[in-house]
C-alpha cells in the first residue's frame, strides 16, 4: 500500500551556501520557511535576475516508520537539485519543471534532509546553454510529499483508452507492482459503475475494462470518472480519468467526432514577487481566468510541464492542454540531451491520465532541426503514449517533420509594420515571409503540403502593450489579436491558433521593455485585463457569459486628432444600444460580411457620432441586449475625477495547513462611474495585521489598480487589512482556519 503526506512545512533554509553546509547537524539557525518557497524575494520590476542564480540549501527533519520503504517526492525544484540524507549524497535531478524521488534509507527512524538547490543557468540542463525570453525562479516552488510505501504499490500506471464507436470505449489500466497480489479496480461515476479483480504478479501488468457506454468529456462537459485500485480495504491509487476522442487532422481538430476550432492562449507561470512559488490554489485560479473569463478552450504550457494542480484543474473545469518539454530555440549537447530525454519521460509519465491533455510538445520552443534528437523524443512519447500525437513548435516553414501535427509560431502579421519601417530601414526578423500579411500563413505556404497543422504563437513581441498604453495602441493591440484569430476560423485546414500570451511575464534584461517584464500578455502579470483580452472573451458562449466591452476610455484628446471613434465594442450580445447625454442614439449590430466576419462573435463597430476639438462632450453609456434583455451596461462619464478606492478580496477565508496560503487584493481607484483611472499611478498603503503582505506594504498603482497578495503565517488565525489612498481608507478582514 502507499500512504502520501504533503510535507510543506518545517523546513528550514539558507539564502548562502558554502562548501559543506548539507552536512549542518544544527540547522535552528537557519531560517524557518513553509513551500511553496522562491529563494529570494524580487521587486516587481527593475530587478537583477542574477540575483537568485546561486547555489541555496533547505533542510527538514524527517520521522519515518522503518518498517516500510519511505520516499520524498519533489514535484519541482529549480533548476539542480542535489539531495542528501544525514550528511550523504543520494541523489542529483537536473530541470525544475517535472517530478522526481528520493528512497530514505531505513536504518533507522531520524533523518535530516538536506536539499542543495543550484538556481544558475547550466548548459547542461534544460533549457539553459544561451538566451531564453523568460526567467526560471530558483527554489522548492511546488510541494513535497513523504511517501510510505510497502507491500502492493502500484508504479507507472496508464490508463490506456480506445474508442470503438460514438460514446463507447474499452480501456486498459497498465501498471508494475513490486510484490505480488489480488487487487480490487473500480471505475465508477454518475452513470458507469465498473468493478473487478486482477491477480497482480511482480513486474507489468494490465487489467482490461469491458466495453463502456460513457459521457465523453470535453471542454463544454468535462466529465471524469473515479479510477481506484484497492487491496482489501487498502487504497493503493486514486485518478480522476476520463474519455474523449482528440484527433489533429489535415482537415481541422476534431474533438469526439466534430471539428472543434481551437482558440487558446499561452501561459507562464510566473507570479509578481514570487515567481514560481505561488500555492497551487491560485495555479488552479489560473485555469478558471483561462477558461472563463477569457473563454478560451485551450492553453499552451509555454516553454515547459506546468503544475499537477493546474493539469488537473484543466481536466475539472474544462481547458485542452498543449504540454510541452522545457526549452527555447537553444539545443545543447551530450548531457543536456539526455536531461531533456529524462523531463520527457517525467512529463508524460505523470500526465498522461489526464483527458485534458491532446497534445504533447517533444521539440524544444522554436529550435532549428535536430534529426538524431528530435527522432528520440518523438520514440520515447510514442512509447509511453500512444494515445497522443506529438507536436513540435518551431518557426521554420518546410522543416524536418518528426511529428505527428506541425506546430508552428506564425508572426507574419505585422499591422503594416514591416512596410512602414522599410521606407527607413531594412528589416530583419526571424520570421521574414515573401507572401502577403493576411493574418495567418496557409498550411501549404508553411509546409508545402496539407499536414495537421496548429499554430502555437502569434502577436506577442510584433505589439508589446501596457495596461496603460494609450488607447489607441491598446485598441491596435486587441486589433492584431482578432485579425490573426479571424484568420484562424476562415481557413478550415488549420485546427486553431494560440496565441502569445495570455500574461505579461519577467523575462531577462535583452527581452522586454528593459524592466524585467515581457508586456505581450492579454493581461498583466496581476491577471487584470487590458483590451485584447475583450477579443477571446467575446468569442463565448452569451447565455453562460454575456461579454461586452467598448475599446475608449472615452475621452477627448487620448487618440490622434482628438478623435473619439471608431469604438470598437468586442461583444457577444445581440445587439447594443447606445445612449449620448442620456438620449438613445440608436441600437447597433454586427455588419454583415464585415473585417472580422469569420469570428462567432464580430464586433460591433460604432462610427457615426464623432466630435471636433473644443466642442460640447458629455457621458455615454452602451447597453447589450440579449433576446431583447438588457444583460450588460457600461457607462462612462465625460469629467472623471478620483471618485472611490474599491478593494476587493479573493477569499474571506483561507485555510492554514502545512504550506502558506494566499488570498489576492484588488484595490481600483475609480471615477463616478466605477471605470479604473487608466493613467493614475503611485501606491497603496496597506497596513496589515497577521499574514504578510507579499511585494511589501506600498503596493503600487499600476493604470488605475493596485494588486498584491497577502499570505499565511504559521502564526495566523486572522488577517486584518487596511488600505489607504489619499483621503480613502477601506477594511478588510480574512478569516484563517486550521
Not at 497498465?174 to 461515476?189: D, I, K, P, R, Y
Request: charged fraction near 25%; include cysteine; charge should be negative.
Amino acid at each position: 500500500m502507499e500512504h502520501k503526506q504533503r510535507i510543506n512545512d518545517q523546513w528550514f533554509f539558507s539564502s548562502t551556501y558554502d562548501e559543506n553546509l548539507e552536512k549542518s547537524t544544527d540547522i535552528s539557525n537557519f531560517e524557518a520557511v513553509q513551500l511553496p518557497h522562491n529563494t529570494v524575494d524580487l521587486p516587481y520590476q527593475y530587478f537583477d535576475e542574477k540575483s537568485y542564480q546561486k547555489k541555496t540549501c533547505y533542510f527538514r527533519k524527517i520521522t519515518i516508520d522503518s518498517m516500510v520503504r519511505n520516499f520524498i517526492r519533489f514535484e519541482g525544484v529549480m533548476a539542480v537539485a542535489e539531495v542528501y540524507v544525514n550528511g550523504e549524497h543520494v541523489a542529483t535531478h537536473k530541470g525544475g519543471y517535472t517530478p522526481f524521488e528520493v528512497e530514505l534509507p531505513n536504518t533507522q527512524t531520524e533523518h535530516l534532509l538536506a536539499v542543495v538547490v543550484d538556481g544558475s543557468e547550466r548548459d547542461d540542463v534544460p533549457p539553459f546553454g544561451a538566451a531564453i525570453d523568460y526567467l526560471t525562479y530558483s527554489g522548492i516552488y511546488r510541494d513535497v510529499f513523504l511517501i510510505e510505501r510497502h507491500g502492493v504499490f502500484i508504479e507507472e500506471p496508464f490508463f490506456k483508452i480506445k474508442n470503438k464507436a460514438e460514446n463507447t470505449y474499452t480501456a486498459e489500466l497498465a501498471f508494475n507492482v513490486q510484490e505480488a497480489g489480488t487487487l480490487q479496480v473500480m471505475l465508477t461515476g454518475e452513470d458507469l459503475a465498473i468493478e473487478g479483480t486482477i491477480d497482480a504478479t511482480v513486474g507489468a501488468n494490465t487489467f482490461v475494462f469491458p466495453e463502456m457506454t460513457v459521457n465523453e468529456w470535453s471542454p463544454e462537459n468535462p466529465h471524469l470518472y473515479e479510477l481506484v485500485i484497492l487491496e482489501e480495504e487498502d487504497l493503493l491509487y486514486q485518478q480522476k480519468v476520463g474519455f474523449r476522442r482528440a484527433e489533429f487532422t489535415k482537415d481541422g481538430f476534431y474533438l469526439n467526432g466534430e471539428n472543434y476550432p481551437i482558440i487558446g492562449l499561452n501561459r507562464h507561470q510566473d507570479y509578481p514577487y514570487v515567481g514560481y512559488a505561488m500555492p497551487e490554489e491560485w495555479q488552479v485560479e489560473d485555469v478558471r481566468v483561462l477558461k472563463h473569463e477569457l473563454g478560451l478552450n485551450m492553453v499552451r504550457t509555454s516553454h515547459y510541464p506546468q503544475s499537477l494542480a493546474f493539469i488537473a484543474a484543466c481536466d475539472e473545469l474544462g481547458l485542452l492542454v498543449f504540454e510541452e518539454i522545457p526549452g527555447w530555440q537553444h539545443i545543447g549537447e551530450g548531457e543536456w540531451h539526455d536531461v531533456l530525454l529524462q523531463n520527457v519521460r517525467e512529463m508524460v509519465v505523470r500526465d498522461r491520465n489526464n483527458p485534458s491533455v491532446v497534445l504533447w510538445g517533444v521539440r524544444v520552443n522554436e529550435s532549428d532541426d535536430h534529426h538524431e534528437l528530435y527522432t528520440k523524443t518523438n520514440a520515447l512519447c510514442r512509447e509511453l503514449d500512444p494515445t497522443r500525437q506529438t507536436g513540435g513548435v518551431r518557426y521554420l516553414e518546410r522543416s524536418e517533420f518528426l511529428e505527428d501535427v506541425y506546430t508552428m509560431n506564425d508572426f507574419s502579421y505585422d499591422g503594416g509594420d514591416t512596410e512602414r519601417l522599410k521606407r527607413e530601414i531594412e528589416v530583419a526578423t526571424y520570421d521574414n515571409v515573401q507572401v502577403e500579411r493576411k493574418g495567418l500563413r496557409t498550411v501549404e505556404q508553411v509546409v508545402g503540403e496539407k499536414v495537421p497543422y496548429l499554430v502555437t504563437e502569434y502577436a506577442g513581441h510584433m505589439y508589446p502593450t501596457k495596461r496603460f498604453d494609450q488607447e489607441e495602441r491598446l485598441i491596435e493591440h486587441a486589433m492584431r489579436h482578432a485579425v490573426v484569430v479571424n484568420a484562424a476560423y476562415e481557413n478550415p485546414n488549420i485546427s486553431g491558433a494560440v496565441g502569445w500570451c495570455a500574461f505579461d511575464y519577467h523575462t531577462h534584461e535583452n527581452f522586454g521593455s528593459g524592466d524585467r517584464i515581457c508586456y505581450h500578455g492579454v493581461m498583466d502579470n496581476f491577471r487584470v485585463s487590458k483590451f485584447a483580452a475583450s477579443v477571446y472573451a467575446s468569442q463565448q458562449d452569451p447565455k453562460q457569459n454575456p461579454i461586452m466591452v467598448p475599446l475608449t476610455n472615452w475621452t477627448r484628446g487620448d487618440r490622434n486628432m482628438a478623435q473619439s471613434v471608431p469604438i470598437y465594442v468586442f461583444t457577444n450580445c445581440d445587439e447594443i444600444e447606445v445612449r449620448y447625454n442620456g438620449k438613445s442614439r440608436g441600437f447597433y449590430q454586427r455588419e454583415e460580411g464585415g473585417k472580422f466576419s469569420h469570428l462567432p462573435y464580430p464586433p460591433i463597430v460604432l462610427k457615426e457620432f464623432n466630435f471636433l476639438w473644443g466642442e460640447p462632450f458629455g457621458p455615454l453609456d452602451v447597453i447589450g441586449y440579449l433576446n431583447g434583455e438588457v444583460v450588460v451596461t457600461k457607462e462612462y462619464t465625460n469629467e472623471p475625477v478620483l471618485h472611490d478606492l474599491v478593494v476587493e478580496t479573493s477569499h474571506e477565508t483561507l485555510i492554514k495547513s502545512d504550506r502558506w496560503a494566499a488570498a489576492k487584493i484588488t484595490m481600483k481607484i475609480v471615477d463616478q462611474k466605477g471605470n479604473l483611472l487608466p493613467f493614475l499611478m503611485g501606491s497603496v498603503r496597506l497596513e496589515n495585521e497577521g499574514g504578510e503582505v507579499l511585494g511589501g506594504n506600498d503596493v503600487p498603482v499600476i493604470g488605475g489598480s493596485a494588486v498584491c497578495w497577502v499570505r499565511t503565517l504559521p502564526e495566523t488565525d486572522q488577517i486584518k487589512l487596511v488600505a489607504t489612498y489619499g483621503e480613502f481608507k477601506k477594511e478588510v478582514t480574512i478569516q484563517v482556519e486550521g
